[in-house]
C-alpha cells in the first residue's frame, strides 16, 4: 500500500446527547402542568390530578419538541469546532505495548 493509503484525515467533534435535551424539555412541559393545575384548582367534573394529567400530555409534547430544537441549536453550534487529526491504522502483529489508557484500566 502506499503511504497516502495508510494515512486518513478524520475530523473529531464533540456532539451533544439528544436523549438529555428531550428529557429536559418533557420535564419542563409536565413541570408547568402540575403548577397550571395546583393554581387554577379542580375545574368542573374532574378533579386537580386529572387536570395535571391532561395538562402534562398537552403540554409535555411541546416542551419535548422545544428540547429538540435546543438540541439542534447546540449541535449546530459545535459543528465547526472539529478537530482534524492524521488517522494511522494500527499494524498487525507488531507486538506493540497496550497504550496508557488501556494498560490503566484494572492495574494499580
Same mark, same amino acid.
Given at each position: 500500500?502506499?503511504?497516502?493509503?495508510?494515512?486518513?484525515?478524520?475530523t473529531v467533534r464533540?456532539?451533544?446527547r439528544l436523549?438529555?435535551?428531550l428529557v429536559v424539555g418533557a420535564a419542563v412541559g409536565v413541570v408547568a402542568a402540575v403548577v397550571l393545575a395546583i393554581v387554577n384548582g379542580p375545574t368542573e367534573g374532574y378533579s386537580t390530578l386529572s387536570s395535571a394529567g391532561f /395538562? !402534562?400530555?398537552?403540554?409535555g409534547l411541546p416542551? /419535548? !419538541?422545544l428540547g429538540a430544537v435546543a438540541w439542534l441549536i447546540a449541535e449546530r453550534r459545535t459543528r465547526g469546532r472539529g478537530r482534524t487529526y492524521d488517522a494511522v491504522p494500527r499494524e498487525s502483529g507488531s507486538g506493540a505495548a497496550p497504550?496508557?489508557?488501556n494498560s490503566a484500566?484494572?492495574?494499580r
Open positions: 500500500m502506499s503511504s497516502r493509503e495508510q494515512h486518513r484525515q478524520v464533540h456532539a451533544p436523549v438529555p435535551f /395538562l !402534562a400530555v398537552v403540554l416542551g /419535548l !419538541a497504550t496508557e489508557r484500566h484494572g492495574q
